[in-house]
């Protein structure tokens, strides 16, 4: 290991850091789609009600079904509760990243994140 | 038979390029038979070759071995004017131009590796952008760009330290 140490100039060194430096910097330039700004809740494909995700607050939609009720938290949003069978849009869990939406079909009701690029058409799990 | 009545002279120059870039092009055709996690991350084993040729016998005698091991290879494989032998080509090209700048460095200071790291760098820079000019007309190409600057620094490091090995051991 020392041997090949030793094959390395002092300023192959600097450029190393650089490299390492430019890998590093990277990843998150490229790798986020951008932050989550705002919160879209959607019945039948209309808005009802558009968050800035700054203020924890909830909101309720009153759908075919009955109510679904979201949550906002600073930076994300979340199906609390749908009256849907199968609970898959509650089970989804927090959405954090730009474009992410949870659908409630039994109830017509979608939240989707929106951020200020669109790097996605939408995300989802 | 007709005797040719053509007369190619061969000069020292030509065989030792010859040589070279005959080692350059089995590094190739060895690399072209590893299975690559995704097209473009290869290590780049001719490389090594390249780096030893410029610091022996300098720039153009590099780019000769280069040229030639992008242009034998391709034929080899049977990849020759398909794009990835423009791809290749191209990051020939960009490693090249800037071999020829850190050809010029302190020696005190600056050895293979850091020649390796930067070609490596400038050989995946080119690619991206024929690629995204040409083959993919999107920025989604770019999504890549950590994976392929990570591994071009991987094996950049990997070669250069390896050419330097070379360049200390061999007469």
């Known amino acids: 290991m020392s041997a090949w140490l030793a094959l390395l100039r002092p300023g192959d060194w600097a450029t190393l850091l650089l490299g390492v430096l430019t890998v590093g910097i990277s990843f998150p330039l490229l790798w986020t789609g951008g932050q989550a700004e705002r919160a879209v809740i959607r019945l039948d494909g209309k808005v009802m009600a558009e968050f800035p ?72 799990y | 038979m007709t005797v040719s009545t053509i007369d190619l002279p061969v000069t020292r120059d030509d065989r030792r390029i010859a040589r070279y870039a005959a080692a350059a092009i089995a590094l190739t055709l060895a690399e072209a038979t590893l299975p690559s996690p995704l097209p473009g991350v290869k290590p780049g084993l001719a ?26 290879g391709s034929l080899l494989v049977g990849q020759f004017l398909a794009p990835g032998f423009f791809l290749g080509l191209t990051g020939a090209l960009a490693s090249l131009a800037v071999l020829a700048v850190t050809a010029r460095l302190p020696t005190r200071w600056f050895g293979p590796v850091t020649a390796s790291v930067l070609a490596a760098f400038a050989h995946i820079g080119g690619q991206l952008v024929l690629a995204r000019l040409w083959l993919v007309p999107h920025d989604g190409v770019f999504y890549l760009v950590p994976i392929f600057a990570a591994s071009a620094l991987v094996f950049g490091i990997v070669n250069g330290l390896i050419a330097a090995k070379l360049l200390k051991e061999l007469p």
Not at chain 1, 88 to 108: D, E, F, K, M, S
Not at chain 2, 50 to 64: C, F, K, Q
């Open chain 2, 47 to 72: 490389n090594i070759i390249v780096l030893v040729v410029l610091v022996r016998h300098g720039w153009r005698d590099a780019a000769w071995v280069s040229l030639l091991r992008v242009l034998a």
């Open chain 1, 53 to 124: 995700l700054t203020a924890a607050q909830r909101y309720t939609v009153t759908g075919p079904l009955g109510d679904t009720l979201i949550e906002i938290a600073p930076g994300r949003a979340r199906v609390l509760a749908d009256p849907g069978p199968r609970q898959y849009c509650v089970q989804q869990g927090w959405l954090t990243r730009p474009n992410a939406i949870a659908i409630c079909a039994p109830n017509h009701v979608s939240l989707s994140l929106s951020g200020r690029s669109t790097s996605h058409d939408s995300l989802n």
